[in-house]
């Protein structure tokens, strides 16, 4: 079967026809209830970095004392 211009352009036709026909058959999406932005949960003291002076009043480095239990 020879497919013509003709034929190819009609079958185009009647396929967007279809996508066309389904979008107004489907039902409207419902919109759900809300979700409200949630805040983000931070811990208000600076934490300590690997050099920083430890904590604990050692006098050492974290890594040296806390850091490495």
Same mark, same amino acid.
């Given at each position: 079967?020879?497919?013509?211009d003709r034929d190819i352009s009609n079958r185009f036709? &009647?396929?967007?026809? %279809? *996508? %066309?026909?389904? &979008?107004?058959?489907?039902? #409207?999406?419902?919109?759900?209830? *809300? $979700?409200?932005?949630?805040?983000? $949960? &931070? !811990? #208000?003291?600076?934490?300590?970095g690997r050099n920083d002076p430890c904590p604990c +009043? !050692? +006098? &050492?480095?974290?890594?040296? @004392? @806390? +850091?490495? %239990?």
């Amino acid at each position: 079967m020879v497919l013509r211009d003709r034929d190819i352009s009609n079958r185009f036709d &009647r396929s967007a026809e %279809k *996508r %066309k026909q389904n &979008r107004a058959d489907a039902p #409207e999406e419902e919109e759900g209830p *809300r $979700i409200e932005p949630v805040e983000t $949960i &931070r !811990s #208000e003291k600076e934490s300590v970095g690997r050099n920083d002076p430890c904590p604990c +009043g !050692s +006098g &050492r480095k974290y890594k040296k @004392c @806390c +850091g490495s %239990k």
